[in-house]
Nanobody, 123 residues
Framework: VQLQAYGGGLVQAGGSLSLSCAASGLNLYGGYTLGWFRQAPGKEREFVAV????????RYAASVEGRFTISRDNTRNTVNLQMNALKPEDTAVYYC????????????????WGRGTEVTVSS
């Protein structure tokens, strides 16, 4: 089982990036709640967004609400994070995660984690 996040990079404040997370050995369709977390240097990992098993419910951290959009593509077995109006404080390593539990903001509830992708937002 492997999750791999990609799409990170360097962007100026106000810009956009689109992250994706591909799953192998794991069929995300219907059975997994999918989340994005991030960890900035010197800080703890924090919740960013979650998408329910059906894709019908999403929830965001207050710091990204209205700027980020999580979505899942069951045909491609991916979960995506569209990030707009980026701010320097969004700089972090972003991780995707999957769990068989119902929607959760807590990292300890997630069973599978991808290798992170680094996002740097310059001012």
């Amino acid at each position: 089982v492997q999750l791999q996040a990609y799409g990170g990079g360097l962007v100026q404040a106000g810009g956009s990036l689109s992250l994706s997370c591909a799953a192998s050995g794991l069929n995300l369709y219907g059975g997994y709640t999918l989340g994005w977390f991030r960890q900035a240097p010197g800080k703890e990992r924090e919740f960013v967004a979650v998408c329910s098993k059906s894709g019908g419910m999403t929830r965001y951290a207050a710091s990204v609400e209205g700027r980020f959009t999580i979505s899942r593509d069951n045909t491609r077995n991916t979960v995506n994070l569209q990030m707009n109006a980026l701010k320097p404080e969004d700089t972090a390593v972003y991780y995707c995660a999957a769990t068989t539990s119902f929607s959760s903001n807590y990292a300890e509830n997630y069973d599978y984690w991808g290798r992170g992708t680094e996002v740097t937002v310059s001012s």
